[in-house]
């Protein structure tokens, strides 16, 4: 079974910084792009980060360039997002999900999420 | 970026009845969108991918059509589990966009 769990999650004040994992199992990690998406509380669904299988390629969301950085270890199967100079507008539910061989993809399956609230 | 419009925003009906659910996208993606299904505290989960294609375990009550910038979710015949939320996203451009999601729910 295809399973994505996600981590590191918490409280941390403005300007704070956090590293969220995802553990990944029941496929061929390597093979697959990923992905991170958010969720604000209430609102809709936010694209973050993707990275290509081999780490080649990286593409973020223009809001986030320069304060989050995605990466993975193929050897552990997971994925990662270190989130620095947090803001109160990056509160939301985080989703790691799988992409596809493809680097531009649909998100299938997500994880359950994790929860990062930006507050002082 | 691409933005997509979800329409309406919430949709009333009851178990047994069709629904259709709209996606318009502000330049073409060609036939590369997806449809998701969330319901309140969990993740979403995938049902359509380029435009017309179910993933996997998806039941055919769910349907996708449409190419270009408009796209169409069509559920057949209402279950009680499937009032929820639904997004659709385009993975033609950088970055792929989501639409702000229809609510469906029970009349």
């Known amino acids: 079974e295809v399973q994505l769990v996600e981590s590191g999650g918490g409280l941390v004040k403005p300007g704070g910084s956090l590293r969220l994992s995802c553990a990944a199992s029941g496929f061929t990690f390597s093979s697959y792009s990923m992905n991170w998406v958010r969720q604000a509380p209430g609102k809709g669904l936010e694209w973050v980060s993707s990275?290509?299988?081999?780490?080649?390629?990286?593409y973020y969301a223009d809001s986030m360039k320069g304060r989050f950085t995605i990466s993975r270890d193929n050897a552990k199967k997971s994925l990662y997002l270190q989130m620095n100079s947090l803001r109160a507008e990056d509160t939301a539910v985080y989703y790691c999900a799988r992409g596809t061989s493809q680097l531009l993809s649909w998100f299938d399956p997500w994880g359950q999420g994790t929860l990062v609230t930006v507050s002082s | 970026e691409i933005v997509l419009t979800q329409s309406p925003d919430t949709l009333s009906l009851s178990p047994g009845e069709r629904a259709t659910l709209s996606c318009r996208a502000s330049q073409s993606v060609s036939s590369y969108l997806a449809w998701y299904q969330q319901k309140p505290g969990q993740a979403p989960r995938l049902l359509i991918y380029d435009a017309s294609n179910r993933a996997t375990g998806i039941p055919a009550r769910f349907s996708g059509s449409g190419s270009g910038t408009d796209f169409t979710l069509t559920i057949s015949s209402l279950e009680p589990k499937d009032f929820a939320v639904y997004y659709c996203?385009?993975?033609?451009?950088?970055?792929?966009?989501f639409g702000q999601g229809t609510r469906l729910e029970i009349e």
């Open positions: 996203q385009q993975r033609s451009n950088w970055p792929p966009t």
């Open positions: 990275i290509s299988g081999s780490s080649s390629y990286i």
